[in-house]
């Protein structure tokens, strides 16, 4: 079946520090790819997307770019922020127009001043 | 403002006493869904609903049922409660994805049960 694999957790970084969060993924057909990011307390919220390859998503200075060939979708930030730690979720949505979210387990940024 | 809203927030119950935890969406969304949140687990998906009537199990149904009576409600029951249903609950909505064109999931702020 599908599945989403991401680096553990927690990573720890300082202010201005560059992020990468390793996503891969195994899927039949071509998924649809999306990170989730969780601040504390609070539920769900779409971070990015890309729903082909070499397709690359971008929010907040977030971006993260799907490839095939690899089957990756790597988080990436150039310059972090305290305001970034939270949780962060790879997900993918099988391509049958069935919107179930098959997710990774989560990787938890703490960044510190 | 659009939301999903749940309720409650916390919830801590003993063995066997059935609860309900609510799910309510402003958006006129089709799809609803409800997830736990397990350490390590990530989110796992209990049951979805693609329309009013029309309900089917996720990954990990065992224990929970669900009703769509109306299109903006979507409980989660559990009728007898265990321990092992100890977890974060976060129930979800979206549109209905038409071919080829996947739409973001909006997801309420959870429900934390404890189960003693």
């Known amino acids: 079946g599908n599945s989403v694999t991401q680096m553990e957790g927690p990573v720890t970084l300082s202010e201005e520090a560059f992020l990468t969060i390793n996503c891969t993924y195994t899927?039949?057909?071509?998924?649809?790819l999306f990170w989730y990011v969780q601040y504390p307390g609070e539920g769900l919220q779409l971070l990015l997307k890309?729903?082909?390859?070499?397709d690359k998503g971008s929010n907040k200075g977030f971006e993260a770019t799907y490839r095939k060939e690899t089957t990756s979708f790597h988080l990436e930030k150039g310059s972090v922020q305290v305001s970034d730690s939270a949780v962060y979720f790879c997900a993918l949505s099988e391509s049958t127009g069935f919107q179930k979210l098959v997710f990774g387990t989560g990787t938890r940024l703490l960044v510190s001043p | 403002e659009a939301q999903v809203t749940q309720n409650p927030r916390y919830l801590i119950t003993v063995t066997g006493k059935k609860l309900t935890v609510t799910c309510s969406q402003n958006m006129n969304h089709e799809y609803m869904s409800w997830y736990r949140q397990d350490p390590g687990l990530g989110l796992r998906q209990i049951y979805y609903?693609?329309?009013?009537?029309?309900?089917d199990k996720g990954d990990v149904p065992e224990g929970y049922k669900v009703s769509r009576k109306e299109k903006r409600n979507f409980p989660l029951i559990l009728e007898s409660p265990s321990p092992n249903q100890t977890s974060l609950y976060f129930c979800?909505?979206?549109?209905?994805?038409?071919?080829?064109?996947?739409?973001?999931?909006?997801f309420g702020p959870g429900t934390r049960l404890t189960v003693t």
């Open positions: 609903s693609m329309n009013v009537e029309v309900t």
């Open positions: 979800a909505s979206s549109p209905q994805w038409p071919s080829g064109s996947p739409y973001e999931q909006y």
């Open positions: 890309a729903t082909k390859a070499d």
């Open positions: 899927a039949t057909g071509y998924p649809s």
